[in-house]
């Protein structure tokens, strides 16, 4: 069985010969540049130091070579980008390790030892010194949604999850951007049997949180609702032409396209089911129909938190993967997550607590937590292999081997 036959026949809940898995397909599956750094030299790889992809998260592209040792089935096509020596530059990692990052990016060393990013006058992002990621710091929109959304754009543009966005998007200001990645993803596509992963956002709440703030938005989802459906409507625009270009593209290439919106907190939603059913609901459910219309791939939500309230909607909504599966959050154990929902959707995470086991644990405490989270969710299919999101800096590189090894047991 081919490692994208195993993630397919998994996200069908079928059983496929083993667990697939995943490290390094998503932004928010990945390992973080400092932990990979200290794994790869711990494995005896010699990959050289990180290459830095999202440099919002710090996040590393993991090397082929660390793919192949852990038999991971799945690979972002966004890698196919930014593969010459010259597209990256030396990085000094909080840890005083080097890493690398993209060429194009230019953050600033500030007095403080902080780093800032700057787009004109306007300061959008800042990592205090020892800090691990960036902040964003700019917020366009902060008195109230404005009725003319005609600078959303510009504005959009300014958000750091948009300005020091991760490939392939960071070139997708490219004239031939689009032709490039049917190339690049043909090619991938025949060069490996892994499945192929799009990554592509479409965010509708937190959309509204980065241009509101967050305060600011979530009461704008109780005391102005005409102006989150103009916001939403604005977005949804964008979004669905997106998509349209992502479909022609790739839509026959890649395997599955990564949406993300994060609605949980550790306590539960960030609003009651009824208004997520209101606003929210509708729209993503536009969103997962134009994939599954306009392309082969399966769709991927990425949602952090505690969404147990809000699953029977996401489901109904057409999406057909979940990703963290946080289990460290209210109302998200393992078993009932699986008894309730396993047979509509497929997990794809869960694998490990990277909050307090994955970094804090013994290897032994490690294996015992993966080899209980694959029994409860492997079985019927609708299971991937991955961390309760990323990889953290503190995690000892003996505890990712520990991890994978079970996998392997």
Known sequence: MTPRERVL????????????RDLGSTPSSGISAIAYNRLVVHMGLNVGPAQIYDVVQQLAQPDL????????????????????????????????????IPQWFHPIQQSDGSQAVFQGQHMIARMPEGATF???TYCPYPEEIPEDLSDLDE????????????????????????????????ELRQSSDRALMIVCGCNLFEWGTFLRRMDNFLCDLLTDEAGVERLLDALMERHLATLEKVCQAVGDVCDILRFGDDLGMDSGPFMRP????????????????????????????????????????????GYDVINPVQLTARDMEPERLKKEFGKDITFWGAGCDTRHVLNH????????????????FAPGGGFVFNTIHNILPDCPPENVEAMFEELDG
């Not at 952090?304 to 909607?313: A, F």
């Not at 644990?361 to 409860?376: E, H, K, N």
């Open 65 to 100: 070579k660390l793919l192949d040792r852990f038999g991971v089935d799945v690979l972002d096509v966004g890698r196919t980008f930014n593969t010459n020596k010259e597209d990256w530059k030396k990085w000094r990692l909080s840890d005083g390790s080097v890493g690398f």
């Open 155 to 186: 504005q959009m543009g300014r958000i750091l999850w948009s300005a020091m966005v991760h490939s392939p998007w960071d070139h997708s200001g490219e004239p031939d951007f689009w032709a490039d990645l049917r190339a690049k993803a043909i």
């Open 274 to 317: 009824e208004l997520y059913r209101k606003l929210f609901k509708p729209r993503h459910a536009m969103l997962t129909d134009y994939v599954h219309k306009h392309s082969g791939m399966k769709t991927f939500l990425h949602s952090c938190g505690s969404i147990y309230k809000l699953m029977p909607d996401l489901i109904e909504a």
């Open 134 to 136: 960036f902040d964003g």
């Open 9 to 20: 026949m998994a996200i069908d809940h079928k059983e496929p010969d083993r667990v697939p």
């Open 361 to 376: 644990g013994t290897p032994q405490a490690v294996r015992d937590y993966t080899r209980r989270m694959v029994d409860i």
